[in-house]
């Protein structure tokens, strides 16, 4: 009974629009409400009526073989796989410092961690955008302060992929440090000391034992950073605009300006079977190592 819930949670959240979203990619493009046509039709000869079935992939076709589609998504793994290693680069340091720090001040720095979620996304967005506005912006008004930046040279960060890189990691950093604190705080440190009294260095027996052992915790990590990273809207659109070809924009594209609803579903499925196929071909290889090593 208690297995059902999340089943059904998945079922009416996640299989149910699925399948109205891949049902719309096979359709056409229309100009009524909804602007797509439906699969199925009934037609009237005036003797009998008749069933006819239209399956749609010229959308499939537009996504694959157009170029503009295929570097909109090469360019977002791109983005999201840059942001997920710096995102691992930051928050690796940040989870053992905090899983190693005392028991007593370990609540305080988690709550550090979470609390930018007590903002709203796009406040934390446009904040970005007022410190690294080029002119006005805090971070170049600050610099010019202290004499580091001519006035008149001011540094030019918003509106490039640096400014999209810098959003997206502190927007996702949380996500990443979390999974490996939790990972790291339940490590045995016995393990580190009896590498100590064998001889071994701290380096190597940070290498050899504390990262193998937070591999579970990486890789969640790296899955909740890149999966929504790919797709990411808000922080391309904001903060660099039409410097940067991201999938998300051009979904939206499609989907709101163009109102071609059948071809941004399309755009949809195919972004979700990239991310989705090579995590559950992962999954399966653990579960078949697992059983292996068994």
Same mark, same amino acid.
């Given at each position: 009974?208690?297995?059902?819930?999340?089943?059904?949670?998945? /079922?009416?959240?996640?299989? &149910?629009p699925?399948? +109205? &979203?891949?049902? =719309?990619?096979?359709? $056409?493009?229309?100009?009524?409400?909804?602007?797509?046509?439906?699969?199925?039709?009934?037609?009237?000869d005036?003797?009998?009526?008749?069933?006819? /079935?239209k399956?749609?992939? *010229?959308?499939?076709?537009?996504?694959?073989s157009?170029?503009?589609y295929?570097?909109?998504?090469?360019?977002?793994?791109?983005? !999201?796989?840059?942001?997920?290693? %710096?995102?691992?680069? =930051?928050?690796?340091?940040?989870?053992?410092?905090?899983?190693?720090?005392?028991?007593? =001040?370990?609540?305080?720095?988690?709550?550090?961690? +979470?609390?930018?979620?007590?903002?709203?996304?796009? =406040?934390?967005?446009?904040a970005?955008? @007022?410190?690294?506005?080029?002119?006005?912006?805090?971070?170049?008004?600050?610099?010019? !302060?202290?004499?580091?930046?001519?006035?008149?040279?001011?540094?030019?960060?918003?509106?490039?992929?640096?400014?999209?890189?810098?959003g *997206?990691?502190?927007?996702?950093?949380?996500?990443?440090?979390?999974?490996?604190?939790?990972?790291? $705080?339940?490590?045995?440190?016995?393990?580190?000391? !009896?590498a100590?009294?064998?001889?071994?260095?701290?380096?190597?027996?940070?290498?050899?034992?504390? &990262?193998?052992?937070?591999?579970p915790?990486?890789?969640?990590?790296?899955?909740?950073?890149f999966?929504?990273?790919?797709?990411?809207y808000?922080?391309?659109?904001?903060?660099?605009?039409?410097? @940067?070809r991201?999938?998300?924009?051009?979904? /939206?594209?499609?989907?709101?300006?163009?109102?071609?609803?059948?071809?941004?579903? !399309? @755009?949809? @499925?195919?972004?979700?079977?990239?991310?989705?196929?090579?995590?559950? %071909?992962?999954q399966? #290889? #653990?579960?078949?190592l #697992?059983?292996?090593? #068994?």
């Amino acid at each position: 009974m208690v297995i059902a819930i999340p089943y059904t949670f998945l /079922f009416v959240f996640f299989l &149910v629009p699925f399948l +109205i &979203v891949l049902k =719309i990619s096979f359709s $056409e493009t229309a100009l009524a409400i909804p602007p797509y046509t439906d699969l199925v039709e009934i037609l009237d000869d005036g003797f009998d009526y008749y069933l006819t /079935f239209k399956l749609n992939l *010229i959308n499939y076709w537009t996504v694959l073989s157009e170029d503009t589609y295929v570097r909109a998504y090469l360019n977002s793994a791109k983005i !999201a796989a840059i942001s997920t290693a %710096l995102c691992l680069l =930051i928050g690796f340091p940040m989870a053992y410092a905090m899983a190693r720090a005392s028991e007593s =001040i370990r609540p305080m720095l988690l709550m550090l961690v +979470i609390l930018p979620f007590w903002t709203s996304f796009l =406040i934390r967005v446009y904040a970005w955008i @007022v410190i690294l506005k080029t002119e006005g912006g805090l971070l170049n008004t600050m610099l010019i !302060a202290l004499g580091i930046i001519p006035p008149d040279e001011p540094l030019r960060i918003l509106s490039t992929e640096w400014a999209m890189y810098i959003g *997206i990691v502190y927007s996702y950093l949380p996500f990443m440090v979390l999974p490996l604190y939790a990972n790291l $705080e339940k490590m045995d440190l016995s393990l580190l000391e !009896a590498a100590a009294d064998l001889g071994c260095r701290p380096t190597k027996a940070f290498w050899s034992i504390t &990262v193998p052992l937070a591999m579970p915790g990486v890789i969640a990590g790296c899955f909740l950073v890149f999966i929504p990273a790919v797709g990411e809207y808000v922080i391309p659109e904001l903060m660099v605009g039409d410097n @940067v070809r991201v999938i998300g924009r051009k979904l /939206f594209t499609d989907f709101a300006s163009e109102r071609n609803w059948p071809l941004a579903s !399309a @755009v949809s @499925v195919i972004l979700l079977a990239i991310l989705v196929v090579p995590i559950v %071909l992962f999954q399966r #290889q #653990q579960a078949r190592l #697992q059983e292996a090593g #068994q």
